[in-house]
């Protein structure tokens, strides 16, 4: 008999293993950097860095949550001194970017550090964006160069800033990035039951 209850707890656990591994694997290579056949369009940011305790205020007062409880990844925008057409023409390849993402365009959230944009070409292009003020200047080291222009950094739903995308990038390989980070995560999502991104901060996405 008990030979028998201990047969059956130790199929019951080879059972549970088999179904567990695939989600531990994902988890472990996730976090070691690794993505199947993919390199990235921008810059990896190496060391990793939280942006968690970067305080950013919007309009109405309230503050960005960089553990976002909707696992959406972060473009956030970080404009030069000025913000004309040169760095308009950038946001809104990034608006068309996320939408081309279809049913993962609601992973990913656009964040604007700064004073907007103002005029007729900026009222059509900066409703699809959220404005706020970096407080303390923590993406300041990010800022472009030039005036007329704007630097991007990925931040993944954990908080951790990822990628880094210089002023001029390339926007048809920065909608790719987008494409398997979103993707993988729904994946790693879905694997994990829905836990929220502070508790599989470790099933983050490197791209190399």
């Not at 696992?71 to 040169?86: E, M, N, T, Y």
């Amino acid at each position: 008999m008990m030979q028998s209850r201990y047969r059956k707890r130790l199929q019951l656990l080879m059972i549970g293993a088999i179904f567990a591994l695939p989600i531990a694997l994902a988890a472990l290579l996730a976090n070691s950097g690794w993505m199947p056949g993919t390199r990235s369009f921008g810059e990896g940011i190496v060391p990793q860095r939280s942006v968690e305790n970067i305080v950013v205020e919007l309009a109405d007062g309230s503050r960005i949550n960089w553990h976002d409880p909707d696992w959406r990844w972060s473009l956030v925008a970080i404009p030069g001194s000025r913000c004309a057409q040169a760095c308009m023409a950038q946001l809104d390849l990034l608006h068309r970017a996320r939408v081309s993402l279809n049913q993962n365009s609601t992973r990913v959230r656009l964040l604007y550090l700064g004073t907007p944009p103002v005029g007729a070409e900026a009222e059509q292009i900066m409703p699809a964006w959220q404005v706020g003020t970096d407080i303390a200047n923590g993406f300041a080291g990010w800022a472009p160069a030039v005036d007329d222009g704007v630097a991007v950094v990925l931040v993944k739903p954990d908080g951790i800033a990822l990628t880094y995308y210089a002023n001029g990038f390339d926007a048809s390989g920065l909608r790719k990035d987008l494409a398997k980070v979103t993707k993988w995560s729904a994946a790693i999502r879905d694997a994990a039951g829905g836990m929220r991104p502070a508790a599989c901060s470790r099933t983050g996405t490197l791209l190399s």
